[in-house]
């Protein structure tokens, strides 16, 4: 068997192709975004003609994905925690029509925030979904687990949720390959009603659904991700979720932990490990990054059973990310895990790249702005979210994707005016067409700045759905073609720019200036490949 050296969301990918893939489908977002683009650039995947593209959201994804299901395909959607948010439609849906061809479902979620709103836990809505979670402690685990998945969601006919962390998608191990199965041909569900979600279908589907968790949590109970191993001291008992076990083991050699171990990688929670070590145990701690989910199940409503030590009680930090040190301390050992930060190593926050066209048009806004009271910019999540900081001072609010024009109307439905929303290219396909559309068909007086630098910047400049054609798409959603200017941001244009944003903030409807000049990274990026390629040219000549 091949052995390979992958982070975990390229595991995830190599995998996915290995067990017969014949579609993914995501939307760019950290930690999850390398899956598809490992996909993209697999050359396996490209031979056995594996469809791979980025979506304009994350809800659009997953039904792109359930159809494919729906043709009896295996297939995979990627998103992270935040976009399972704007994917829970079809999400919630999708465990009730079930599936044809496996269906898995990926979710990076991000705790401390590295590149995110929220630190939101995923397995809360595969719980609420209820269908069953995976969650892998490393990247073989990854791997393994995708090919499982796949066999588990055909069996049941089920989507199923894989969890992951931020350390996980993006460090690196060793995994060991297996055969590479047959795609599924295309055959279409056996009950021709399953995917109707008329009432009286859906009811004899949630009936199925409901009577399927016994099965899910005996497929929990025999899972060779769920394992309880012994231990000499049995005062204190350890249940530990995903990379929690990793950060476990940094501080023992595996063979030497003293208490009982129950290592939890599948869900519904396996309930027999669990009263196994309940019973055989002192106490019991509980080590899982993300919400206290285990935890509070444990502690129940009373809290009168025996001790409980994790999240809630302080043993482990309420927020943020495990490591080493953090489950040493819960272990009462010395924390000895890494060496101290250099004093020349300096805190650097991130900010608008140098150059970035982004900048201009913040100098026009801020200036046009300057007569008028604080507080009147709504922005959205990209890199121009980056406005916020010293020293533009150019932005408001950032909510969730899409927020920027809907919130903007709304101050100005207030009779807030001027209310200017600020959103990227690609945000505004994600879920910023709707809120304009509104604001058009309520006449409410906003100016909405569309940052258009031809890609996906803070992704790393995937595909925007609209390059080219946002002209077209507002004219088209209503907006009066001269109240939509195409402007140049950069220092050449900074008058003109800034009579044009002065006029349009003084116009009571909605209009659209759209600042357009392609993100300096992506331009780099270019240079670099034209480069390479006339190098490898005059050597082949």
Same mark, same amino acid.
């Given at each position: 068997?091949?052995?390979?050296?992958?982070?975990?969301?390229?595991?995830?990918?190599?995998?996915?192709?290995?067990?017969?893939?014949?579609?993914?489908?995501?939307?760019?977002?950290?930690?999850?975004?390398?899956?598809?683009?490992?996909?993209?650039?697999?050359?396996?995947?490209?031979?056995?003609?594996?469809?791979?593209?980025?979506?304009?959201?994350?809800?659009?994804?997953?039904?792109?994905?359930?159809?494919?299901?729906?043709?009896?395909?295996?297939?995979?959607?990627?998103?992270?925690?935040?976009?399972?948010?704007?994917?829970?439609?079809?999400?919630?849906?999708?465990?009730?029509?079930?599936?044809?061809?496996?269906?898995?479902?990926?979710?990076?979620?991000?705790?401390?925030?590295?590149?995110?709103?929220?630190?939101?836990?995923?397995?809360?809505?595969?719980?609420?979904?209820?269908?069953?979670?995976?969650?892998?402690?490393?990247?073989?685990?990854?791997?393994?687990?995708?090919?499982?998945?796949?066999?588990?969601?055909?069996?049941?006919?089920?989507?199923?949720?894989?969890?992951?962390?931020?350390?996980?998608?993006?460090?690196?191990?060793?995994?060991?390959?297996?055969?590479?199965?047959?795609?599924?041909?295309?055959?279409?569900?056996?009950?021709?009603?399953?995917?109707?979600?008329?009432?009286?279908?859906?009811?004899?589907?949630?009936?199925?659904?409901?009577?399927?968790?016994?099965?899910?949590?005996?497929?929990?109970?025999?899972?060779?991700?769920?394992?309880?191993?012994?231990?000499?001291?049995?005062?204190?008992?350890?249940?530990?979720?995903?990379?929690?076990?990793?950060?476990?083991?940094?501080?023992?050699?595996?063979?030497?932990?003293?208490?009982?171990?129950?290592?939890?990688?599948?869900?519904?929670?396996?309930?027999?490990?669990?009263?196994?070590?309940?019973?055989?145990?002192?106490?019991?701690?509980?080590?899982?990054?993300?919400?206290?989910?285990?935890?509070?199940?444990?502690?129940?409503?009373?809290?009168?059973?025996?001790?409980?030590?994790?999240?809630?009680?302080?043993?482990?930090?309420?927020?943020?990310?495990?490591?080493?040190?953090?489950?040493?301390?819960? *272990? @009462?050992?010395?924390? !000895?895990?890494?060496?101290? =930060?250099? &004093?020349?190593? +300096?805190?650097?926050?991130?900010? #608008?790249?140098?150059?970035?066209?982004?900048?201009?048009?913040?100098?026009?806004?801020?200036?046009?702005?300057?007569?008028?009271?604080?507080?009147?910019?709504?922005?959205?999540?990209?890199?121009?979210?980056?406005?916020?900081?010293?020293?533009?001072?150019?932005?408001?609010?950032?909510?969730?994707?899409?927020?920027?024009?809907?919130?903007?109307?709304?101050?100005?439905?207030?009779?807030?005016?001027?209310?200017?929303?600020?959103?990227?290219?690609?945000?505004?396909?994600?879920?910023?067409?709707?809120?304009?559309?509104?604001?058009?068909?309520?006449?409410?007086?906003?100016?909405?700045?569309?940052?258009?630098?031809?890609?996906?910047?803070?992704?790393?400049?995937?595909?925007?759905?609209?390059?080219?054609?946002?002209?077209?798409?507002?004219?088209? *959603? @209503?907006?009066?073609? !001269?109240?939509?200017?195409? =402007?140049? &941001?950069?220092? +050449?244009?900074?008058?003109?720019? #800034?009579?044009?944003?002065?006029?349009?903030?003084?116009?009571?409807?909605?209009?659209?200036?759209?600042?357009?000049?392609?993100?300096?990274?992506?331009?780099?990026?270019?240079?670099?490949?034209?480069?390479?390629?006339?190098?490898?040219?005059?050597?082949?000549?």
């Amino acid at each position: 068997m091949e052995k390979m050296l992958l982070l975990g969301n390229e595991a995830i990918a190599q995998s996915a192709i290995d067990a017969g893939l014949s579609g993914i489908y995501a939307y760019p977002g950290t930690p999850s975004t390398e899956i598809l683009e490992y996909v993209q650039r697999s050359k396996e995947a490209r031979e056995k003609k594996i469809h791979s593209t980025w979506s304009t959201n994350e809800k659009t994804a997953m039904e792109s994905a359930l159809g494919m299901s729906y043709a009896g395909k295996r297939t995979m959607v990627c998103m992270k925690h935040v976009g399972l948010n704007v994917a829970a439609d079809p999400f919630i849906n999708a465990a009730i029509t079930g599936t044809n061809g496996g269906l898995i479902v990926v979710a990076a979620d991000d705790p401390s925030m590295h590149s995110s709103q929220n630190e939101q836990d995923s397995r809360f809505y595969g719980k609420f979904a209820m269908i069953p979670i995976l969650e892998p402690t490393n990247q073989q685990e990854a791997y393994d687990m995708v090919r499982y998945g796949f066999m588990i969601s055909e069996k049941y006919g089920i989507p199923v949720l894989l969890r992951i962390t931020t350390r996980l998608a993006h460090s690196r191990s060793g995994i060991t390959r297996y055969e590479s199965l047959p795609q599924n041909e295309v055959h279409l569900p056996g009950n021709p009603r399953q995917f109707i979600l008329l009432p009286a279908n859906a009811q004899k589907q949630y009936k199925s659904l409901l009577h399927n968790q016994a099965l899910f949590e005996e497929e929990s109970e025999i899972s060779s991700f769920n394992n309880y191993k012994e231990g000499r001291d049995k005062s204190l008992g350890v249940i530990v979720c995903g990379i929690a076990y990793n950060y476990l083991f940094e501080n023992f050699q595996e063979d030497e932990f003293p208490h009982p171990l129950l290592k939890i990688g599948q869900y519904p929670l396996p309930y027999n490990l669990i009263r196994r070590i309940y019973q055989d145990c002192g106490s019991i701690l509980v080590l899982e990054e993300g919400y206290p989910i285990l935890e509070e199940l444990l502690r129940g409503i009373l809290d009168n059973g025996k001790k409980i030590l994790g999240r809630m009680d302080g043993t482990v930090p309420r927020d943020g990310e495990l490591n080493p040190n953090i489950v040493a301390r819960a *272990l @009462g050992l010395k924390e !000895e895990y890494g060496l101290p =930060v250099p &004093p020349v190593v +300096k805190s650097r926050p991130p900010s #608008l790249c140098k150059g970035c066209p982004h900048i201009y048009s913040y100098n026009a806004l801020n200036e046009a702005l300057s007569f008028y009271s604080k507080g009147r910019v709504f922005s959205d999540i990209g890199c121009y979210t980056l406005g916020a900081l010293e020293p533009y001072g150019a932005i408001n609010t950032c909510v969730d994707m899409g927020a920027s024009i809907t919130m903007a109307k709304g101050a100005a439905d207030a009779g807030f005016v001027p209310a200017v929303a600020v959103i990227g290219d690609s945000t505004f396909t994600h879920s910023g067409m709707t809120g304009l559309l509104d604001a058009i068909n309520d006449k409410s007086p906003i100016t909405v700045m569309i940052l258009d630098n031809a890609t996906t910047a803070m992704t790393g400049g995937q595909k925007s759905a609209a390059t080219g054609r946002l002209e077209d798409i507002c004219l088209g *959603l @209503g907006v009066e073609k !001269e109240h939509i200017h195409v =402007v140049n &941001p950069s220092p +050449k244009y900074h008058e003109e720019n #800034l009579q044009i944003i002065k006029d349009e903030i003084n116009y009571q409807g909605v209009s659209v200036i759209i600042p357009r000049r392609e993100c300096i990274q992506t331009v780099a990026r270019k240079i670099r490949d034209d480069k390479k390629q006339k190098q490898q040219e005059e050597v082949m000549e």
